[in-house]
């Protein structure tokens, strides 16, 4: 998957038409916690609370391009690539019907019916949502939009080109990694910029796939447990990120529920920002790596917002760390 300067660039073009760039912010409490400078890569900020809508804008502008005819598109998510997906195509005027796994967040099943979409609950992870989605698609004549695309790519790529362009010199960054687009983008930005940036993932420890793979250097599925971090619950990697990956990110770090929490928690004490699990999974990383980290200029992705009131409850009331 080969993404250029231009590439990206262009998706800008699309993406600014729709949303300001967010923010990249150097928060002192955060820094001192960390123990060297970091930068938050704010994606929370966005209109839909996740990275996830630069993807889809860029989607689905060089789909009406093409003239293609389209009665309908489906998806598969758990929650933030689904209001990409409700917002870029209410904005084409595209019936969007959405499959999420059964238990899925409430607020985000509510935000992504907000959009516009029809939504179907069915299976128990988000793998087997996908697969019911594959088929409706077929079943129904409808246009299946996949999670994982170059025109995505390029599109969240954007955040990364920020992000690169406002803080210079940045050591390391992590990012947290589902299906692959955000991580992805980074390096395409990374890499189109000539820059010497360590990339790090971050997965769940209940959901390793990606880190499994990564370390055997080839496609292994993994199960999934995660009741926090939704937005990584992947239990098989997709091909095309898995290739971009082995070969360009530096390595992975594979974080437990309750780092998360703690993250969550220590994001909203530092910075008062709401992150979900997903979303703070990159400063749980830095937070345990930070030993390794002191006196390197470090930024995290804080890649969504999009966290369940309760859930976000039981997490402040906890102890601080």
Request: aromatic content about 6%; hydrophobic content about 45%; charged content about 15%.
């Amino acid at each position: 998957m080969q993404i250029s300067l231009a590439d990206i660039e262009a998706a800008a073009g699309i993406v600014y038409a729709e949303m300001a760039p967010t923010p990249q912010l150097n928060w002192p409490l955060l820094s001192e916690r960390l123990g060297t400078q970091v930068w938050v890569k704010h994606e929370n900020h966005s209109p839909v609370g996740a990275f996830k809508i630069r993807g889809g804008l860029v989607y689905f502008a060089d789909l009406m391009a093409s003239g293609e005819s389209v009665q309908g598109v489906i998806s598969a998510t758990r929650g933030n690539h689904g209001q990409s997906v409700g917002y870029a195509a209410r904005h084409y005027g595209i019936p969007a019907t959405i499959v999420v796994p059964k238990g899925n967040s409430i607020e985000k099943n509510a935000a992504m019916q907000a959009q516009g979409v029809t939504l179907i609950e069915y299976g128990e992870d988000f793998q087997a949502a996908r697969e019911y989605a594959i088929q409706l698609a077929d079943e129904r004549g409808l246009l299946m939009v996949p999670s994982m695309h170059p025109l995505l790519v390029a599109g969240v790529a954007t955040y990364s080109l920020e992000l690169f362009r406002a803080v210079p010199d940045i050591d390391v960054v992590y990012v947290p990694i589902g299906l692959g687009s955000g991580i992805c983008g980074m390096i395409a930005a990374r890499d189109a910029l000539g820059l010497s940036t360590q990339i790090v993932g971050v997965v769940s420890a209940h959901a390793t796939a990606y880190a499994d793979s990564f370390n055997a250097g080839h496609l292994l599925e993994s199960p999934v447990s995660t009741l926090l971090a939704d937005g990584m619950a992947c239990r098989t990697p997709d091909p095309l990120a898995l290739e971009v990956i082995l070969a360009r990110v530096d390595h992975i770090v594979a974080v437990t529920d309750d780092e998360v929490a703690a993250a969550m928690g220590v994001i909203f004490e530092c910075t008062h920002n709401v992150c979900e699990g997903a979303g703070a999974a990159a400063v749980a990383a830095a937070l345990q790596e930070r030993a390794a980290n002191i006196g390197r200029r470090v930024a995290v992705v804080a890649s969504g917002g999009n966290v369940d009131r309760s859930v976000f409850a039981e997490i402040l009331a906890r102890p601080s760390q």
